[in-house]
């Protein structure tokens, strides 16, 4: 049973394309994240949403944005892409009431710009 | 804004013995929650043990401790008897625990760890 799961695990694509990177919990989470990791392996924060607050990373430049159809799903939608956008992206889920408790992973999905 | 360092890019151990890898971090807050997280070559985030800064006993997962040194804002991870399998690279992060903030996590910059048979 995966409890966080993203797709594709892989894409490739051009430069100027316009992309989406599915996430979906069954943990019955209420809060979800996503997170960039660069090449050199630093994990930074993009997004945290939950149904009521949306925060936004300033750094994120606003080609990027997340999109979220239910509780369940935290899509992140990607625009006229960039080479340095080429990172792995990991969705992320917790329970927002119970404080302190951990974030759990998605397995990441790989994007190379080309 | 908080920060989280990690000063050691790489460390290695042989296999059975003990290392422990090094945290600082940085906040003006007195509640918050740190972690250890483990990144094996498949890429997935895994935690290793969680410790909550209200709490004074060091939190342990068998055979991985924690040193948790709240005034000097040092959170350290000790591995015991190394196993093949702990080999990965390991992320020290940070998370307020105030109501209302953000919940996301801050991470440090990784320390690769090898051991060594």
């Known amino acids: 049973d995966t409890a966080v799961s993203q797709t594709p695990k892989y894409l490739v694509t051009q430069m100027g394309n316009d992309k989406s990177i599915k996430c979906e919990q069954n943990?019955?989470?209420?809060?979800m994240y996503w997170y960039k990791q660069d090449s050199k392996k630093f994990l930074k924060i993009m997004f945290s949403?939950?149904?009521?607050?949306?925060?936004i990373n300033e750094t994120v430049p606003n080609r990027f944005s997340p999109k979220s159809p239910d509780k369940a799903h935290l899509n992140l939608h990607i625009n006229s892409l960039e080479l340095g956008d080429s990172a792995v992206y990991f969705c992320?889920?917790?329970?927002?009431?119970?404080?302190?408790?951990?974030?759990?992973f998605g397995p990441g999905t790989r994007l190379t710009v080309t | 804004a908080q920060t989280v360092t990690q000063s050691q890019p790489e460390m290695s151990v042989q296999e059975a013995e003990t290392v422990t890898l090094s945290c600082t971090y940085d906040?003006?807050?007195?509640?918050?929650?740190l972690f250890w997280y483990k990144q094996p070559p498949s890429r997935q985030m895994i935690l290793v043990i969680r410790?909550?800064?209200?709490?004074?006993q060091n939190a342990t997962e068998n055979r991985f401790s924690v040193n948790f040194q709240k005034a000097a804002k040092s959170f350290s991870l000790k591995i015991s008897d190394s196993q093949l399998g702990d080999a990965a690279m390991y992320f020290c992060?940070?998370?307020?625990?105030?109501?209302?903030?953000?919940?996301?996590?801050?991470f440090g910059s990784g320390t690769q760890l090898t051991v060594l048979p």
């Open positions: 992060a940070y998370r307020s625990a105030l109501t209302g903030s953000a919940r996301q996590l801050t």
């Open positions: 906040t003006s807050e007195s509640d918050y929650y």
């Open positions: 410790q909550e800064a209200y709490k004074q």
């Open positions: 992320a889920s917790s329970q927002g009431v119970l404080e302190g408790y951990e974030q759990y």
């Open positions: 943990l019955g989470h209420d809060t």
């Open positions: 949403y939950n149904n009521k607050e949306l925060i």
